[in-house]
């Protein structure tokens, strides 16, 4: 069982930046891969970013690559999502994720949700 609480959204203008943090409990942090989702008002879930349980391998959604970078500290049981250059399209409520099935960009493909944390860009 893996508990997930992110945290750092908030409000940015265009243009600007923003780390946010998924932190995990439970056992075994590192065997897990992590996922970076988001759902904007009236959509889907879209998926944002991944990275494997060493770090090592990375996936990117196309709207976001070259502008993001998903990465992980398993010393702190930690997953980041850092956001450049962002743009009024990124504001949603961003959600990590855990799965032990590789990397995935479907959010079946993850067993483990945290509640989410709002991110709005302001143009």
């Known amino acids: 069982q893996v508990q997930l609480v992110e945290s750092g959204g908030g409000l940015v203008q265009a243009g600007g930046s923003l780390r946010i943090s998924c932190a995990a409990s439970g056992r075994a942090f590192s065997s897990y891969a992590m996922a970076w989702f988001r759902q904007a008002p009236g959509k889907g879930r879209d998926f944002v970013a991944a990275?494997?349980?060493?770090?090592?391998?990375?996936d990117y959604g196309d709207s976001v690559k070259g502008r993001f970078t998903i990465s992980r500290d398993n010393a702190k049981n930690t997953v980041y999502l850092q956001m450049n250059s962002l743009k009024p399209e990124d504001t949603a409520v961003y959600y990590c994720a855990a799965g032990a099935w590789g990397l995935r960009r479907t959010a079946n493909g993850y067993a483990y949700w945290g509640r989410g944390t709002q991110v709005t860009v302001s143009s």
């Open positions: 990275l494997t349980g060493s770090g090592g391998s990375t």
